[in-house]
């Protein structure tokens, strides 16, 4: 009998999107953020996507101290695999943004094929109360951000991380991001397998019709056949429809509180492992399994848990 399918679920347990008054399950504390990881990877995730905060206030904190206070906390408790952002949060250098991946070396690090405009804004129609006095302004200021990646700061993360064994998830936004690092595979600045999400639904990348997500997988599919492979993140609404496209296509998924606060219409998810359980109903409706860390580390062409610096 032929063997299901194995699909890669990561879950983006904080971000630096949401804010803290958006939901009372949103992780914070270095506690909350290593419970919320081992929680999604009990309930079936594979990989852990990774932000930190300011405890006190919620604040997107891209300090290596931050990180420290919960990656030993993850590790002691499970086996899953950690992929560290490098994307940061708003208004972050890079140099700010690869400092704990440089720091960690950890088997996964994410990294953004191109600038954009990354507009969050649209969520102060939804949102009208706030905690904190950041927060406001953080959305605000969103009309006018472009979140840099340039070549030059791609390169700087790639070798910056040169030595460290990690590989990356490379987030393509839009469809010159597949190109971009089609680029820097002909350079051989980066090799395969290629892990390579794209992200649907936030404002000023691509968006999130059906027809979306086939030309960035035909177009990934031209660049990288069989080199490459592929993860869908779909925003806000959009998470598990996405999800479950790609899932039917060949595809592995992301799901989790950085992209969306939501687990069905106006009812807020409670917890990541809420949406990683919903995403392996999904999975294991269409008759696939999820596949489990050692599974991942073998289809990614990963170094292994042993091999992290914390």
Request: neutral net charge.
């Amino acid at each position: 009998m032929a063997q299901a399918r194995k699909v890669i679920v990561t879950c983006a347990v904080t971000g630096a999107i949401h804010t803290p008054s958006m939901s009372p399950h949103l992780p914070v504390t270095p506690e909350e953020i290593a419970d919320a990881a081992v929680g999604a990877a009990e309930a079936g995730a594979a990989i852990v996507h990774l932000h930190a905060r300011d405890p006190e206030t919620g604040k997107p904190d891209q300090s290596p101290e931050a990180f420290g206070r919960f990656l030993p906390l993850i590790k002691q408790r499970s086996d899953v695999v950690v992929n560290l952002t490098t994307g940061g949060g708003l208004g972050m250098t890079v140099e700010q943004r690869v400092a704990p991946a440089a720091r960690f070396k950890p088997e996964v690090a994410s990294l953004n094929m191109g600038s954009m405009n990354f507009g969050i804004f649209p969520m102060l129609d939804r949102f009208k109360e706030f905690k904190y006095d950041w927060e406001r302004p953080y959305l605000e200021n969103s009309r006018d951000h472009v979140f840099k990646n340039t070549f030059k700061d791609i390169e700087y993360i790639l070798k910056t991380c040169a030595g460290n064994g990690t590989r990356f998830e490379f987030e393509c936004y839009d469809t010159a991001h597949l190109y971009n690092l089609a680029h820097f595979l002909d350079r051989k600045l980066v090799e395969p397998p290629l892990f390579v999400q794209t992200v649907f639904g936030i404002l000023g990348g691509i968006g999130t019709h059906p027809e979306d997500v086939l030309h960035m997988k035909r177009t990934a599919d031209r660049l990288f056949g069989d080199a490459y492979r592929w993860s869908v993140l779909g925003a806000g609404r959009a998470q598990m429809p996405i999800a479950a496209m790609a899932a039917a296509m060949g595809g592995n998924v992301r799901v989790g509180l950085e992209d969306s606060l939501w687990i069905g219409p106006g009812r807020l998810a409670r917890s990541n492992a809420e949406q990683v359980h919903k995403v392996r109903q999904i999975i294991e409706g269409l008759g696939l399994e999820v596949a489990s860390p050692a599974e991942a580390r073998a289809i990614l062409a990963l170094k292994g848990g042993h091999a992290v610096a914390f």
